[in-house]
């Protein structure tokens, strides 16, 4: 079992940075790639960005490219998402996942592919 917690969420202007943080407990010596998704009102939930477990490949939704960054701290359990000129239509809850894998360089882009999930942490992004 893998227990996940999100944090650094937040009320910001249009245009601001955040950086979310994502800290793994429990079993953690099994390699876990990692993904944020987030899930606005009365939408589905959806894959924002992912990355492996050796944090040398990751993907984006076409939605962030060029705004958001995902990485990782093995060594303290960490994920992270950098996010920068925040648009009001980025608002929602954002949440973390982790999916055991044999794979050092494999990610998974599908909510349908991830075990463990944390609580979520609310974004909102004003005009």
């Known amino acids: 079992q893998v227990h996940l917690v999100e944090s650094g969420g937040g009320l910001v202007q249009a245009g601001a940075s955040l950086r979310l943080s994502c800290a793994a407990s429990?079993?953690?010596?099994?390699?876990?790639?990692m993904g944020w998704f987030r899930q606005a009102p009365e939408k589905e939930r959806e894959f924002v960005a992912a990355?492996?477990?050796?944090?040398?490949?990751?993907t984006y939704a076409d939605f962030v490219k060029g705004r958001f960054t995902i990485s990782r701290d093995n060594a303290k359990n960490m994920v992270y998402l950098q996010m920068s000129s925040l648009k009001p239509e980025d608002t929602a809850v954002y949440y973390c996942?982790?999916?055991?894998?044999?794979?050092?360089?494999?990610?998974?882009?599908?909510?349908?592919?991830?075990?463990?999930w944390g609580q979520g942490t609310q974004v909102t992004v004003s005009s």
């Open positions: 429990g079993r953690t010596d099994s390699r876990y790639a």
């Open positions: 990355i492996s477990w050796s944090g040398g490949s990751m």
């Open positions: 996942a982790a999916e055991a894998t044999a794979g050092s360089e494999r990610y998974y882009t599908s909510k349908l592919s991830y075990d463990y």
